[in-house]
């Protein structure tokens, strides 16, 4: 009961303020730049955009205090409540990026198709093979999804393939052992830093499908799988 009468004089005190509409702005363009962070292709984009979408919440939570005379506590629960979801949403994201980049690139599970593939990588860790619809030849992964191009499949005979899906699957378990903020700067700035994990990656694979499988597959590949 205490709570609905501090939601009751908050009402009050934010409808007497020429804040109200100035807060509601701030909410709704937040949320705006929510969605779109999840939309944006480009890690940079979509980073700065997150950033600006939490600067807005502060900044609508920071109005609230000011605007907020008669009880203080309701601000404290708002903020409270602002970092439980926005720390949900963080990590809601990283847990199911792959679910987000299957859907977005209409991708399928290989299994029906190639199954040996898929007992291939079952063998290393625990991930999806999916494939999807470019002809550039390409592969990646993500929180526990690998994702290989039509045009990868084509032009990769079965031990440059296997070099690929261990590549990609070194990446899988490197990740459930990285702790989320870390996973979180890597998913967004990985770019500069990423030789040293590639490099890993790339011995995990030699061992597991052969050095020469690993070089014909990069030799054929250049730097298109990461
Ligand atoms: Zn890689």
Redo the contacts with the bound molecule.
Sequence with gaps: MKLLGEINCFGQCLRLSEFASFIALLIVVSIAMLAASLMLRNPKQRIMTFVSAQVCVLLAIAATFYVMNCSEMLSIYLYSGYVVVSTIIIFGVLRHYDRILVRRLDARPIAPLMKWTQDFVDRLTSATIYYYDSAVPRA??SGRSIFVSLGLLEVLNEDELKAVLA??A??IRSNSRTPYLKQLALMTFSQPK?SE??NL??VFAAEIAGSEALSSARDKLDKV??
């Design positions: 990646f992964a590549h990609e070194w990446h990423k994990l590639e990656a790339d799988f990461i």
